[in-house]
């Protein structure tokens, strides 16, 4: 990992680390540059903002994610949706701190963007379907954030295995 890398991972623990005792909006720049041992300098060098941080962030883990399900020749929905929970679970612990710090929200318009963008590039099977309905997009997301909101709340009781519905 090289040194800007390292950085922005620092800065991006630094404010996760804080979301568990600060709500988001309490959070300045000046303590993030704290918690992370970085100047301001170098918090300005890769973000405008703590939302941008919070997107990139999200962003990083998106594309992880989406690498991943890339592989699987001709997936379903279903398969799609497994892999994604198994990714929520991989996360959890940062998933479980946007809700503690009352930042689930967040989350929100970045999925119904992610759920897009895999829609439109990945080939799954009765893709047709998803594609020629403008709600679909929106449904499915929504329908998404809410299973994984109550499967948050319900301390992840359920496996990742277990969340999809078949």
């Not at 992370?36 to 999200?58: E, N, Q």
């Not at 992840?156 to 969340?163: G, L, Q, V």
């Amino acid at each position: 990992m090289g040194k800007k890398e390292e950085t922005k991972k620092r800065i991006s623990i630094a404010l996760y680390k804080l979301m568990y005792h600060y709500s988001f909006e309490d959070i300045s720049i000046k303590m993030i540059c704290e918690q992370a041992k970085v100047s301001r300098m170098s918090f300005y060098r890769y973000y405008t903002d703590k939302h941008d941080l919070f997107i990139a962030y999200c962003d990083e883990r998106f594309e992880e994610f989406f690498n991943d399900i890339k592989s699987i020749p001709n997936p379903t929905l279903i398969d799609i949706s497994t892999a994604l929970f198994s990714y929520f679970y991989k996360f959890r612990r940062e998933i479980k701190i946007l809700r503690l710090a009352h930042q689930f929200d967040l989350l929100r318009p970045q999925f119904e963007q992610y759920t897009q963008y895999v829609f439109s590039k990945i080939n799954f099977v009765k893709k047709e379907r998803i594609k020629t309905n403008p709600l679909a997009v929106p449904f499915i997301a929504g329908g998404m954030y809410n299973i994984l909101l109550h499967w948050v709340d319900n301390d992840f009781k359920e496996s990742e295995f277990d969340m999809n519905l078949r």
